[in-house]
Nanobody, 122 residues
Framework: QVQLVESGGGLVQAGGSLNLSCVASGNIFIINVMGWYRQAPGTQRELVAVINSGGSTNYADSVKGRFTISRDNAKNTVYLQMNSLKPEDTAVYYC????????????????WGQGTQVTVSS
């Protein structure tokens, strides 16, 4: 089995910062892409930022220049540093990993964390 566990969410005032972490554990051979998604009430889950095993990143336009994604491959951990937070960043943030569980399994699968709440007050 594979588990992703997020931490670091909370309540912060507008303009503040939070740092989210997500650790993947279990039967892991390779983690290809790790990323963060978010879902606000009444909306669809949307991509926030992703990073591949080589360190290449992609961000949603709404967070460019404010959020930074990084990963520690040795620790199977992905981070999201969120600065200059806005009330519209309020959402449940989910960690995602595209994970290959075994060298004999050629296919990778998507795994999700349980989510962590981020609330930004105005």
């Amino acid at each position: 089995q594979v588990q992703l566990v997020e931490s670091g969410g909370g309540l912060v005032q507008a303009g503040g910062s939070l740092n989210l972490s997500c650790v993947a554990s279990g039967n892991i051979f390779i983690i290809n892409v790790m990323g963060w998604y978010r879902q606000a009430p009444g909306t669809q889950r949307e991509l926030v930022a992703v990073i591949n095993s080589g360190g290449s990143t992609n961000y949603a336009d709404s967070v460019k220049g404010r959020f930074t994604i990084s990963r520690d491959n040795a620790k199977n951990t992905v981070y999201l540093q969120m600065n200059s937070l806005k009330p519209e960043d309020t959402a449940v943030y989910y960690c995602n990993g595209e994970i290959r569980r075994s060298p004999v399994l050629l296919r990778s699968f998507d795994y999700w964390g349980q989510g962590t709440q981020v609330t930004v007050s105005s």
